[in-house]
């Protein structure tokens, strides 16, 4: 009897391996939903739609960009940590997601564990602007002002743990100064402000601002990417600012849910990494100042643990952490 048991387990479990070979050599056999946690026009919603159109032509199937916004991204992370693990629904992570990790701990999931990452898509400078009554014309000149003015200065932001504030913040703690958070709802009201001058100071996503410097309404000060972007080569890097160590930007990148096989997880990988290389996404990316990146899902592994260390280490400096 025993002996009987024994077959009928091991054929039970060769049976369900044989089913899960099948499904994940078949797919994707449906559409694939990618969840985006910021609203239709945002960068994160223009990349999953760009990059998702090109792969899904790959993969032989829809990819559909469905926006859960609310919470800095987490609302949207939360529904798909709790989606099925079978690759069918994808969050379009940023930066907003290890922000909003390390800063509280009263999430409804555990990001580094409930999340597999796939690849990292691309990234976007923020670039420093300010109004042009602050009168400065360089990050060193700001940093003297506000240090001249302590908590006079008002900096907006996208919302609350957003990379748009994290790097205020991360400028505050390196640059020694303080200054006043107005968090908004998103960039576009952020910058209706600060063309009014009620506010002075965002790190605002590039796309965003370029035209309006170049129409002389604003002043950038420099990008916060360890390069200079292509989209602003003129302008200088933080760090060529005068702000040693400051290097940080936008970025995107699938994940799926933990418990994602890795059949179905490098699947994606290769579709995304494919996609990337197609001429019409990079022109589309291109003007709104995105650059592509790609990767294996062990380079974006490795990303995020850095990007979790980085950004807990500046919420405790910041006095951020919940």
């Given amino acids: 009897m025993g002996k009987r048991l024994v077959i009928v387990a091991a054929l039970t479990c060769a049976a369900l391996l044989a089913g899960f070979a099948a499904r994940a050599e078949d797919y994707p056999n449906r559409p694939i939903r990618v969840v985006v946690g910021f609203s ?14 090109r792969m899904g032509q790959i993969l032989g199937q829809q990819i559909v960009v469905e926006n859960k916004t609310g919470a ?29 990790a390390a800063m509280s701990s009263n999430l409804s999931f555990d990001f580094p564990k409930d999340f597999v990452p796939i ?6 400078p923020n ?8 009168g400065v014309k360089s990050v060193k000149e700001l940093i003297d002002l506000a240090k001249s003015k302590p908590d006079q200065l008002s900096f907006a932001s996208s919302g609350v743990a957003t990379g748009t504030h994290l790097s205020a913040e991360l400028f505050k703690v390196l640059a020694g100064v303080k200054m006043v958070h107005v968090p908004y709802a998103g960039s576009p009201q952020a910058v ?12 605002s996503p ?10 002389g309404k604003l002043v950038a ?25 400051f290097e940080t930007g936008l970025w995107f990148g699938l994940l799926a849910p933990a418990g994602t096989s890795n059949e179905i997880v490098d699947k994606l990988a290769r579709a995304a990494n494919e996609a990337l290389q197609a001429d019409e996404v990079a022109k589309a990316l291109a ?3 995105i650059d592509l990146v790609g990767g294996s899902p062990e380079d974006f592994a490795r990303y995020l643990a850095s990007e979790m260390k980085r950004w807990a280490t500046v919420a405790e400096a910041a006095g951020l952490k919940k």
Avoid at 40 to 53: M, N, Y
Avoid at 206 to 215: C, N
Avoid at 222 to 242: F, H, N, Q
């Fill in 221 to 245: 000060l420099a990008s916060t990417e360890g390069k200079r972007t292509a989209i602003a080569p003129d302008l200088p890097t933080m760090v060529e600012g005068g702000l040693p160590g």
């Fill in 127 to 134: 670039i420093l602007v300010v109004h042009p009554s602050v």
């Fill in 119 to 124: 690849v990292r898509l691309t990234t976007t």
């Fill in 287 to 289: 003007p709104q100042g």
């Fill in 72 to 100: 800095g991204s987490s609302l949207a992370a939360e529904f798909v940590a709790r989606a099925p693990k079978d690759g069918y629904t994808l969050l379009l992570a940023t930066i907003a997601n290890p922000i909003n």
């Fill in 206 to 215: 590039a796309s965003t601002v370029l035209q309006h410097v170049r129409d």
């Fill in 40 to 53: 239709a026009g945002s960068g994160a919603d223009i990349t999953a739609r760009v990059v998702g159109q």
């Fill in 192 to 203: 209706t402000d600060l063309l009014a001058g009620r506010i002075q100071v965002f790190f």
